[in-house]
Every structure is written in structure tokens, then in C-alpha cells.
């Protein structure tokens, strides 16, 4: 089909749903239809779009409310890489993906077995950002036998660069990590955009960690424990809820709630934490207006600690300050007695 | 009341607009009714295509040749409502491979630049295109909005003291000594004009108004359809190929593209109907495969005002004539008919021509000198901004002090922008304002910006009613896919107003 987003019916479900639109408003940020569909159709007009367009954080709710479901998130991207400015941020990505095949230059090497059977994809970000999170979980996996490793020579898993238009660079990626996932018997990683890229992209079934802790290691060879009585919220990613799929989060919740002496209370505002889609980087403002509500409102309910299972979602809910973020599988990780 | 002008020209299409602007400019004293509103004819009922020639340069050069020369002048002086999108001729697998061989020598004697490129590159910078094509040739074609074009001549021909008058039908026209006395206007609101020279450029309706002075045109109407779909589908006039047929021009206009056309024996005021657009997409598959699972969004018909000497249809010229009626026993009256969209001002200049030459008057036409919308070249930061001065040119950042609030999505219109031309005296209904902003045409078909239309107009559920019959004349063709899912919804929404949208009425 020529230009799947041309099939929107203006019912309105998207741009009701949208959270940058609620907080920023229709002049700063017109919304998902306006950005998806209605001024894709146009052309010269489009040099205007730069501001509104780099504001998407990608959270696919609207995709979501959608009832002809229309692929607005990839729709809004591709407005992004032909109207948008290349921000620094970009250029900074490409050159880090040409030199070390990550889009951010790794700084320490994990300590991991270089062979198995479970791949663990440990993600830009997350080998970056999140270094301590990632080994932890690997070693919370091999604390329960098995045979975890992560590949030498992966590299990104291509989906930040696709979302700026460099496609030949992506493929590239693409083709290096081809045969590291071919030759494993499962594939696993912490960071939700890394699973879906990797599915879509290379055609892998990538788990998400959570899918896998719960479905293959089950929460009973986990024996997690807190040591003393915690209160923990759990924010719900983006890309996790919707594009890893509908159930991980419940298994993050079945997860929390086997733990003895942990208590897991509900925020009042679900939603976006505004690190996704490059917004982190593009309109660090807005990124963090984004995070300081949903780290509030994990405040307000009372939590000492709030968890999120997606690598973006702790950088970004961490600049806010306030409540103590943590990854959630590196949190199980410290919970688990066969570790400790 | 009664006013006397030298020159009084019957239709407000492109032609009788630039007529007016033509004389006007010349400093003729000018009236110029129009039954209907502005290009409410075939004018607004066509491609909205900028003929580069090349579709005729095979088979009619005189219409290619006017074509080339015109195309480049309207590039000149209308940017404000052309798009310079570039065209592709391009062979279809089934098509007849040896065309271009007499396609490219028969542009370059018309003048027009025509480039031979490789199918590889052709599908390059036009993704959808069939893998199978054969050839592909690149022309200057480019998309133009003969809504604005029409408007433009009008605001431009005011400037330079034209009166221009839309809902004033001509009731009765009779010669007077030295002249003509028409009585124009509805109901109450008659007026009688006296006029030295009547110029007939009624288009399709041109046959009615030479009756009226007891004169026959020679004309035969040639209805042809074309489809709507939703958003571009092709970035650039994508023509077949081959000898000018049904269904074989796609044009990028606007936020839309535009398929067609048909050609039969029709007449004014035909509707599109079902199996038209059936047989138009069928057609168009063969250039771009998947356009049947693309949105068609409205389908219409225009009557097509052409010069039969006997031969009809895809046959006859598409060059045009000015008709000096003092042959038939009427000095004074001069018709002009035929053409095309692309040719309007030369036919406006040779008919501006003749009737100089009536009223014993010299004076130079200067249509190609000026710009009909002044146009600033320096784009604005504002998406709302730009699209306005893509439609009206320069004069659009008068409005930018105006609530910016949408007002039709689909066209990126804004309420501010509604209320201005909502305040116009040339508009009184919705349809009106629909021709002066474009809300309404996108892909809803005015299923929300109608109301606030009618809001903005201080009009209610009656008016519309009919604004929405007139909408869904155009939908009823091609309710089929996502369209059909378009007009549930809005059937479901327009409940609360009381208002069935597929009522057609009166």
C-alpha cells in the first residue's frame, strides 16, 4: 500500500492521547495527527517542522488509540529525517556508529562469557549509560546456570540511526551482527528498542530480559528477597508496553510482587518519561518536564524507589532527581540470595 | 440602477477573469458577471495541470506550441499558485515502445524541453513507479490551483478598476442603439448594465449565452472525469507515454493527487460516476501499481467547452478561437471558446485584442509583464504562514495577526484565515469560502471544518445541508475502502447537528 497514513478517518483518538501534546500544548507541539498525517501530504510548507517534529519522544501511544491502526510513530520519523535538522546529537551518533559501531563510544568492557547459548545484547545505552545494570543482569543470569554470553564484535542493533535516516549505515550494522544471532540459541537484552529492532531488522526473536527471567528462568529459581521492607514504584516504558509486547510489564509486576518484603504501589499519572525518540538529546527541556512528572508522581504514591525496565527510561527519569531510579533487572539482581 | 461600461464579459472562469484583468490593465472600463462563483466551471474542474505541450506534441503542435510559450509565462507571473514540480512521460510495459521516437522530435519542434532518462533514474526520484516501464521522459509540466489562479485575475483586475461580480447570473441581454443591455442579479437584486461590447466566455453555458442574442456556437461538451486521492502519491506529473488517452495523467496538486481524465459526449453540470473512476484506476495501475488500495477521496466531473468541427472527444483541438459575432448580424459580440487552463491568458490577450479594437481603442496588453499575485520569495518560519502564501501569495501576511487556531486540518487552514474571507462580499455560502481557502477539500471532505465554516459565516444547519450535498456528490463515486469508513464516521458525528451529509436536497 502507497502511504499507509493517508487512511486516517480524523476521529481524534490520537492527538487526545498524545502526552507532549497535553503538556506542551497545540501551538508548541501540534500532535501526532497534524505531524503523521495531515502535513505529510504537503511539501514546500514542510521547512517549517523542524522544532515541533524533533519533540516526538516515539512513545506510540497514539498508535496505540489509533482504530485504523496507522504506523504514526514511523510516519512522524520519516517527516523527522526529511524535514527535520540534523541535530548534533545525530551527527555525533553517525560518527561514533562509523568508528566503534556504537552509537556512543563504549567506555569499559563487561565481564562476560564470549560464549554460550543466550545472547545478551547489552544495547549502546545500556553498555554506555547503564553499564552497572547491564552486568548486573548478565551475572543475575548465570547466578541461575545459565549459559549467558555476550558476542565479541556486536555492534548497535541499527534503530537510532534508521530513526535518522541513515539506512546504508544501519544495513551495515545490520549485516555485522547477522551472524552473531544466528548462531545463538536465544537472544536477550534489557533495552525494549534494542529487542523490536533487532526482531524487525534481523528477524531474530529477541526477548526482552523480563520475558526471558520469567518465561525460561521462572520466578522461582530467581529466589529474590529484600532484606528489609522497600516500597517501589514500576513505570511502564514506552517501547516495552507497546512494542515488546502488551504482557512484559505484568511479568515485571508478577516478578515484584513474588518478592517477600516488597511493596509496589501505583502511581496517579501513567505515561512517557520523555527520554525516547531523541528527545533526551534534542530537547533536553522537554525531556526533562517529562521525567520530573512521572518521578513526582511516583513521590506522591509514596515510593523510596522507582524502577524501570528499559535503559532510556532510567538515564531519562534519573536527570530529574527527587525519588531513586534504578533498572529494574539489575534491582532483581541485588535482590536475588544466590547472589548475595 | 443602471451603470455603463465599455466591455462586459459573461463568465468568471480563467478565461473571463483574465479577460478582465486583461482590459482592466489596458484601462478599458470593465464589468464581468459570473453566474455562479469563480471557477466554479470547468476552470475548477480540471487537472490543475501547467501543460509543459508535450501531451500534444504528437498529435495537435499548435496546442503544444501555445502550451510551451504560455506555461513558461504563468511560471512567471502566478507563482503564488504553481507548484514546479517537473513531469515525467513515461511508457507503461504494455504500451507502444516505439512512441518516443516520435514523442521527443515532435517536442523539440514545439520548443519543449524534453530529456530522455534512464528507467532506473525514473524510478529513483519516483519510487512508486512500475518496475516494468519502458521509457521515461522528463518536461517542464507543473501543478497549478485554478482556484487561485481564477482569484488571482479577479483581485488583480479590481486593482486596476475592474467591477467583478459572482452570483449574478445575465437574466436578459438585448441590443440597444450602440450597444448591449443586460439585466443581471437574482430576485430583488436586479440591475441593468449597458455595454459597448459584450464578450461571451460562458465556457460550457457559452452556447446559452450567444441564444440569448439569437447566435449559435458551433460547440460540442466533452465531459471528463478525474479522481481525488489522498496526499502524493507521485512528486512529480507522471504522463503516459503514448497518444492521449483515458486515465493516463497523475498530478501531484497540492495535497492530493489528481487522476483522469475520461473523455465523452457530456454536458454541463455532469456528475463522475462509479464506473468512470473504476476504469481510470484501472488504467493508472499500470504506471503505478497499489493506487487501487490508495484513498480516492472524491471523483468529479468537467465539461470540457470544446470547438467541434465535426471531430469530438481525444479528436478535437485543443487550441481555442475568438469569434467576432458581427458575421452573424451582431457586432459587439465576441465569443471565445476552447483552449486549455494553461493557454487562458493568450486567449484572454486575442480576445482583449478584439474588443480593443471595437471600442476603437489602442492600448498594449501588459498580462505578461506583471505578476497577477504579488509573490515574496522569502519563505516565513510558520507551517500556517506558508501554506497561506502558497495560496495567496504575498498578501497572506496580512492574515498572520489573526487567530491561528485550526480550521480545517486537511488544509492546514486556520479560523483566522476562514473569518477573513468569510467577511468578503463575493461570498455567501460555504461552497464560497470553500473556493478561497481550500478547507473542506481534504480528505474528510469537510466532515469538521464545515462547521466551523459555517461558524465563522454565521450560518446554520440549512446552509450546511446543502454545502454537504454538494460535498457528497463528489464522495458517492468512490465510497469504497477507508473513504466509506470517512463517511460512517462523519454520518455518526454529523447526527448531533441534526444533518444527514449524504442528503443531497436542494
Known amino acids: 500500500m502507497l502511504h499507509p497514513e493517508n487512511r ?76 527535520g535538522a540534523r541535530s548534533e546529537g545525530g551527527d555525533r551518533m553517525l560518527r561514533n556508529s562509523r568508528q566503534f559501531g556504537r552509537t556512543i563510544a563504549p567506555v569499559s568492557s563487561m565481564r562476560a562469557p564470549s560464549e ?26 548465570l547466578s541461575t546456570g545459565d549459559r549467558t554470553y555476550v558476542p565479541d ?72 528477597r529484600s532484606s528489609r521492607l522497600l516500597t517501589v514504584a514500576l513505570h511502564s516504558p514506552c517501547h516495552l508496553l507497546r512494542t515488546v509486547g502488551p504482557h512484559t510489564i505484568d511479568y515485571a509486576r508478577e516478578l515484584l510482587a513474588s518478592v517477600p518484603g516488597l511493596r509496589v504501589v501505583d502511581m496517579d499519572d501513567e505515561g512517557c518519561c520523555g527520554g525516547g525518540g531523541g528527545v533526551a538529546s534534542a530537547r533536553p527541556d522537554l525531556a526533562l518536564r517529562m521525567a520530573r512528572r512521572r518521578v513526582d508522581s511516583a513521590a ?34 541485588s535482590l536475588s540470595e544466590s547472589r548475595s | 440602477m443602471r451603470s455603463r461600461v465599455e466591455a462586459l464579459i459573461i463568465g468568471g472562469g480563467a478565461t473571463g477573469t483574465g479577460i478582465a484583468r486583461d482590459l482592466a490593465m489596458r484601462g478599458a472600463e470593465v464589468m464581468l458577471v459570473e453566474a455562479g462563483d469563480f471557477a466554479a466551471g470547468a476552470t475548477g474542474a480540471n487537472h490543475g495541470m501547467l501543460h509543459s ?25 502566478a507563482r ?96 440597444i442603439d450602440g450597444g448591449f443591455e443586460a439585466v443581471i442579479g437574482r430576485g430583488g437584486r436586479e440591475r441593468r448594465v449597458a455595454a459597448d461590447v459584450v464578450i461571451n ?81 484501472a488504467e493508472a495501475e499500470a504506471v503505478l501499481p497499489g493506487i487501487k488500495e490508495s484513498r480516492a477521496v472524491r471523483a468529479y466531473a468537467g ?63 501588459r498580462t505578461a509583464d506583471e505578476e497577477i499575485e504579488p509573490f515574496d520569495d522569502a519563505p516565513s518560519s510558520d507551517f500556517d504562514l506558508e501554506a497561506m502564501r502558497y495560496r495567496h501569495g504575498t498578501s497572506a501576511a496580512a492574515l498572520s495577526p489573526f487567530s491561528t487556531v485550526p480550521g480545517c486540518g486537511c488544509e492546514a487552514v486556520t479560523r483566522g484565515e476562514m473569518e477573513h474571507y468569510a467577511s468578503s462580499p463575493d461570498v455567501s455560502d460555504i461552497g464560497d469560502l470553500m473556493r478561497r481557502t481550500r478547507a473542506g477539500m481534504g480528505y474528510c471532505q469537510a466532515g469538521l471544518c464545515a462547521v466551523n465554516m459555517a461558524s465563522a459565516m454565521d450560518q446554520g444547519a440549512r446552509e450546511l445541508q446543502r454545502y454537504y450535498g454538494e460535498r457528497w456528490r463528489g464522495v458517492e463515486p468512490v465510497l469504497f475502502g477507508e473513504q466509506l469508513r470517512q463517511e460512517m464516521f462523519k454520518a455518526h458525528l454529523l447526527k448531533a447537528y441534526g444533518i444527514d451529509h449524504t442528503e443531497e436536497g436542494r
Open chain 1, 8 to 83: 486516517c478517518i480524523k476521529c481524534g483518538a490520537c492527538q487526545s492521547v498524545c502526552p507532549v501534546l497535553r503538556l506542551e500544548g497545540r501551538e508548541t507541539f501540534p500532535g501526532p495527527r497534524r505531524l503523521a498525517v495531515e502535513v505529510s501530504r504537503f511539501s514546500r510548507e514542510n521547512s517549517t517542522l523542524s522544532s515541533p517534529l524533533e519533540m516526538c519522544t516515539s512513545c506510540a501511544q497514539c498508535e496505540s488509540a489509533c482504530p485504523s491502526r496507522l504506523p504514526l510513530t514511523d510516519a512522524v520519523m520519516l517527516m523527522r529525517v526529511r524535514h
Open chain 1, 116 to 141: 554460550g547459548s543466550t545472547l545478551f545484547f547489552p544495547g549502546c545505552v545500556g553498555e554506555a549509560r547503564t553499564a552497572s545494570s547491564v552486568q548486573a543482569a548478565i551475572d543475575l543470569l
Open chain 1, 153 to 224: 564484535g556486536w555492534s548497535c542493533c541499527g534503530s537510532p540511526l534508521e530513526k535518522i535516516g541513515e539506512r546504508r549505515e544501519a544495513e551495515r550494522l545490520r549485516s555485522i551482527n547477522a551472524p552473531l544471532l544466528e548462531a545463538a540459541e536465544a537472544v536477550v537484552t534489557a533495552c525494549p528498542g534494542c529487542a523490536v529492532q533487532l526482531r524487525r531488522s534481523n528477524g531474530v526473536e529477541a526477548l526482552h530480559v523480563l520475558e526471558y527471567l520469567y518465561e525460561s528462568i521462572t520466578p522461582a529459581r530467581l529466589r529474590l
Open chain 1, 300 to 333: 506522591r504514591a509514596g515510593a523510596e524507589v522507582l524502577l524501570a525496565p528499559c535503559p532510556f527510561c532510567v538515564v531519562n527519569l534519573g536527570r530529574a532527581g527527587g525519588v531513586e531510579v534504578r533498572e529494574l533487572t539489575s534491582f532483581l539482581a
Open chain 2, 53 to 77: 505541450g508535450a501531451r500534444y506534441a504528437v498529435t495537435d503542435p499548435v496546442s503544444a506550441r501555445e502550451c510551451a510559450e504560455e506555461g513558461a509565462v504563468l511560471k512567471r507571473i
Open chain 2, 80 to 175: 503564488f499558485c504553481i507548484e514546479d514540480t517537473g513531469g515525467l512521460f513515461v511508457s507503461a510495459s504494455r504500451d507502444d515502445a516505439e512512441y518516443v521516437d516520435r514523442f521527443l522530435p515532435a517536442c523539440g519542434r514545439a520548443g519543449i524541453r524534453a530529456e530522455e532518462i534512464d528507467t532506473r533514474e525514473a524510478r529513483e526520484i519516483e519510487p512508486c513507479l512500475d518496475a516494468g516501464i519502458k521509457a521515461a521522459v522528463k518536461v517542464p509540466d507543473a501543478s497549478i490551483d485554478p482556484f487561485f489562479l481564477a482569484l488571482g485575475n479577479v483581485s488583480s483586475a479590481r486593482r486596476h478598476g475592474a467591477t467583478v461580480l459572482n452570483h449574478s447570473p445575465v437574466r436578459r441581454i438585448r441590443r
Open chain 2, 201 to 281: 466566455a460562458a465556457g460550457a453555458w457559452a452556447g446559452e449565452v450567444a441564444a440569448m442574442l439569437g447566435v449559435s456556437i458551433p460547440l460540442c461538451i466533452d465531459k471528463g472525469t478525474l479522481v481525488v486521492f489522498n496526499g502524493r502519491l507521485v512528486n512529480r506529473l507522471v504522463n503516459r507515454l503514448r497518444p492521449p488517452s483515458d486515465g493516463d495523467i497523475l498530478v501531484p496538486h497540492r495535497t492530493a493527487t489528481i487522476l483522469g481524465t475520461t473523455s465523452s459526449a457530456g454536458a454541463a453540470g455532469d456528475r463522475a460516476t462509479s464506473a468512470e473512476v473504476e476504469r481510470l484506476i
Open chain 2, 303 to 365: 465539461a470540457r467547452p470544446l470547438l467541434g468541427g465535426g471531430s469530438a472527444g481525444r479528436g478535437a483541438s485543443r487550441t481555442f478561437q475568438v469569434i467576432d459575432h458581427a458575421c452573424d448580424g451582431v457586432d459587439g459580440l465576441i465569443s471565445v471558446a476552447g483552449g486549455k487552463l494553461t493557454t487562458f491568458r493568450l486567449m484572454a490577450e486575442r480576445t482583449s485584442d478584439a474588443v480593443m479594437e471595437k471600442l476603437g481603442r489602442a492600448a498594449r496588453c
